[in-house]
């Protein structure tokens, strides 16, 4: 190994040391990137090196912040944050969830089938996993223990059902990716759709399960009342809104019709409506909904910035050359190549959250894959097909990065809004079967590639 590989090395434990230091993420991305910058700089001038890494360098990190500012794509972003937080205020999901209750109350589990239900419709709508957790935390969990519900079942199933939206389209990470890796947002958001309903319809078939091999863990309603066409017709008129609006904006991406960005400010226009008909908006939560999305475009775009110079830096360090050697010798093959980058992206969901590992870590293995020969059928009409696919298994393994402790956000979310009585081992072990979950479906993605690739390639 060289002295610049050295200094690969030592950067990623830098970033992963300081992490622990309670710093936030974009400083510690754009503190290292400038100090390496600098040590390289002193090693080729007093240790007769050749990193070739001076200032001219950080004045890079200029120009690669200019071309993320001044890219469209990401204008999409702080429109679906908005959508799904105006949506949160438009008290659609309270209706749904009342509504389904009694829809389900025959079915044992049907309470917490019913927040699985709503955790993929708040995903398609809204995207937001902070939001979603709470929102689902807040709704259900008192119902849910008061019927007598086992507590890390009802903890895990929303927890699992709120991060839901981090795959189903349409989702900031998705459109993150896409700008990184120059693939299209739209064949991302068609390729995600079957993945992320795959995953909501392993955990209905695991609380079915629940509900027949263990009947005291999810329990019957005693109020339930026999289905009537009123139930029917309050989910309908509870979930049409919302559907409709979800129509809009992904069915207009995927016909064609608009692009990702102008179909962002569709949903942003129609929220809002929604929180008008239902009569939630005024002009404290339009200003409320507007300082959240403030505050989570920044948080997001400032770790783009610091994420920016570290990656730039570790490139000129021979980051990418390093990576690529270590990973195309191993002895696995390409799909154990593919499964091994998988399980190093797992891991690391423990300790990163997925921004940081979409900016950084994708980036550099997505061309190594790229170049790995693999046969993936894309039906002749999408560019990339091997790309699409590895996409969106790397999305699925991220989506575990929210239920994984000790860094899973998803967790401390749900803490945040459960009673006293609950505690974080009780939500830890309730995320457990839900983890195995996604790494079955991740399983079955990573053997049908065309869970992936069918939608897209009808769609041309």
Avoid at 168 to 192: E, K, N
Avoid at 397 to 415: D, I
Wanted: aromatic share 10%.
């Amino acid at each position: 190994m060289e002295v610049s590989d050295y200094l690969v090395v030592a950067m990623f434990l830098s970033f992963v040391a300081f992490l622990f230091t309670g710093i936030p993420v974009a400083f510690v991305l754009g503190g290292i990137g400038v100090l390496f910058a600098g040590v390289g700089y002193f090693a080729d001038l007093y240790l007769d090196t050749a990193t070739g890494l001076d200032f001219l360098t950080l004045g890079l990190v200029v120009n690669r912040i200019y071309k993320i500012m001044d890219n469209w794509v990401l204008v999409a972003l702080p429109m679906f944050i908005f959508m799904g937080l105006m949506l949160d205020e438009s008290g659609v999901a309270e209706r749904l969830m009342k509504s389904m209750q009694e829809l389900f109350g025959k079915v044992r589990g049907g309470l917490a089938i019913t927040v699985t239900t709503i955790g993929i419709v708040l995903a398609a709508s809204t995207g937001i996993i902070g939001a979603s957790v709470v929102l689902l935390g807040l709704l259900s969990l008192p119902a849910m223990l008061n019927q007598g519900y086992h507590k890390p079942l009802a903890l895990g199933t929303i927890a699992g059902a709120g991060t839901l939206g981090i795959l189903i389209p349409p989702s900031i990470m998705l459109v993150i990716m896409a700008d990184q890796l120059g693939l299209s947002v739209g064949d991302l958001f068609m390729g995600a759709v079957f993945p992320g309903l795959l995953l909501g319809l392993l955990y209905i078939l695991y609380i079915l399960g629940i509900g027949i091999f263990k009947p005291s863990h999810a329990p019957l309603d005693p109020n339930r009342r026999p289905i009537e066409w009123r139930m029917i017709a309050e989910v309908l008129k509870a979930i049409l809104p919302t559907a409709g609006l979800i129509v809009a904006v992904l069915g207009s991406i995927f016909a064609g019709i608009t692009t990702p960005t102008e179909a962002s400010g569709v949903g942003a226009l129609g929220a809002t409506i929604l929180a008008a008909i239902n009569r939630n908006l005024n002009f404290h939560v339009f200003f409320e909904v507007l300082k959240a999305t403030f505050n989570t475009t920044a948080y997001i775009f400032a770790i783009f910035l610091g994420a920016t110079c570290f990656a730039l830096v570790l490139r000129e360090l021979g980051g990418d050359e390093l990576i690529e050697t270590v990973l195309t010798g191993l002895p696995f093959g390409p799909i154990g190549i593919v499964i091994f980058i998988l399980g190093i992206v797992f891991l690391l969901g423990f300790l990163l959250d997925w921004i940081e590992i979409t900016l950084i870590v994708l980036p550099l293995i997505a061309p190594v894959v790229s170049a790995l020969g693999l046969e993936i059928d894309g039906y002749g009409k999408i560019d990339s097909p091997e790309l699409i696919w590895f996409v969106m298994l790397v999305a699925v393994a991220l989506q575990t990065s929210f239920l994984t402790p000790p860094v899973g956000f998803a967790l401390f979310y749900l803490k945040g809004v459960c009673p006293p009585e609950v505690r974080m081992i009780d939500i830890y072990k309730g995320v457990v079967p839900f983890i195995i979950l996604q790494l079955i479906g991740l399983t079955i993605v990573l053997l049908y590639p065309q869970l992936v690739l069918w939608l897209p390639a009808v769609a041309y």
